[in-house]
């Protein structure tokens, strides 16, 4: 990373810093007050409106803390960090007014509006949201290439992978046709009781399949990497340089 940081991208991150906290707290809070709004019928509506709110509660959480630490413990420079950011708020911020379409036609809204949220709107904007916050993870990757402990470099690569894959799911639901089921997407044949799963959620059992495979291929590849790695920045100039 970069040893000196320019007064204007430091005052650009602790603001960059100010707003992703509140836009991520503000969502998280409106995203949760708008379950009031709900009109539940039976008892299956109380489990799938809570069910879904921490879904939703889950990914966006951990996305959170995944992008405070290159505020606090390992900042990322430049333009590009600012403008995934930017995205990544607006994303974020609406996420609770895409809650709301999505169980608009449990308190009476439009039936289409609600189907069009839960087939791909709302997939579409969690896919998105996890592929920039993957990009996160690159420019760190690039930028903290022997300045950070090994250790510290595995753990962002690993979470890189992972919201990556979180992001594929994402954007493979959003894409899925919602009258068709795994069987009849994939071109060979699947045993039941998964052919038989709707596409949009069948396709996340098939990335799970592929990404185990591939976890271990990097998983192998990091280790080699672990034996060249040069860690050229001493712990104490480390991090003196994050304060």
Not at 76 to 101: D, K
């Amino acid at each position: 990373m970069e040893s000196v940081e320019s007064l204007h991208h430091a005052s650009e991150r602790r603001a960059m810093y100010i707003i992703t906290d509140a836009v991520f707290g503000l969502a998280i809070g409106l995203a949760a007050f708008s379950l009031t709004e709900y009109e539940i019928n039976v008892i299956e509506d109380v489990y799938f409106a809570i069910g879904f709110f921490f879904l939703t509660f889950f990914f966006i959480s951990l996305f959170w803390v995944w992008i405070r630490r290159f505020f606090e413990d390992y900042p990322v420079y430049g333009g590009a960090m600012a403008g995934i950011l930017y995205i990544i708020c607006f994303l974020v911020a609406i996420m609770p007014f895409i809650m709301r379409l999505f169980f608009s036609s449990m308190y009476g809204g439009a039936t289409e509006v609600s189907v069009i949220a839960q087939t791909w709107l709302y997939p579409l904007d969690m896919g998105i949201i996890s592929i920039l916050v993957c990009g996160l993870h690159v420019l760190f990757l690039k930028q903290g290439r022997n300045t950070v402990p090994w250790p510290e470099y595995k753990h962002i690569a690993t979470d890189g992978f992972s919201a990556l894959i979180f992001g594929i799911g994402f954007l493979l639901s959003a894409v899925a046709p919602i009258d068709q089921t795994l069987g009849e997407i994939i071109s060979f044949a699947i045993p039941d009781p998964f052919a038989g799963i709707p596409a949009k959620f069948g396709v996340w059992f098939v990335l799970i399949i592929i990404a185990i495979p591939v976890y271990i291929i990097i998983e192998l590849y990091l280790r080699r990497m672990e034996r060249s790695y040069e860690y050229t920045v001493d712990k104490p100039q480390f991090e003196s340089q994050l304060e």
